[in-house]
């Protein structure tokens, strides 16, 4: 096994792999108004019951919210950990872009005075 390969990939593959859909990630900003029931969430969506349940059950498997079951009704909510490590990863990638388009910049710049 080489250093870039590993057992299991890192959280964040499972974050951005469960965003990376568009029912997902409305399902996502739709929790965070607030704790949602199985049907509230599933109202708006066109799609049955049962393939709307493994949208939730990916959002689940990364982290990015958990359920209750009190009863028969089965409650999500969002759990921001994940939220925060994405966040913190595109930041440290902003920051490496930003970083980079700043030298190149200062590099062109360097060329034009040159040629003066």
């Avoid at 029931?37 to 498997?61: Q, R, T, Y």
Wanted: overall charge neutral; aromatic content about 6%; some cysteine.
């Amino acid at each position: 096994m080489t250093s870039l390969q590993t057992a299991s990939p890192p959280p964040i593959d499972g974050i951005f792999r469960a965003l990376s859909d568009p029912t997902r990630r409305r399902v996502v900003e739709r929790l965070n108004l607030s704790p949602a029931s199985v049907s509230e969430l599933a109202h708006p969506f066109d799609m049955a019951l049962p393939s709307f349940i493994e949208h939730l059950k990916v959002l689940e498997g990364c982290g990015l919210v958990h359920s209750q079951k009190t009863g028969r009704v089965r409650t999500y909510q969002l759990a921001p950990e994940p939220l925060k490590l994405a966040e913190n990863w595109l930041a440290q990638q902003r920051t490496l872009w930003e970083r980079r388009l700043d030298q190149f910049d200062a590099y062109v710049m360097t060329l034009k005075e040159q040629e003066k």
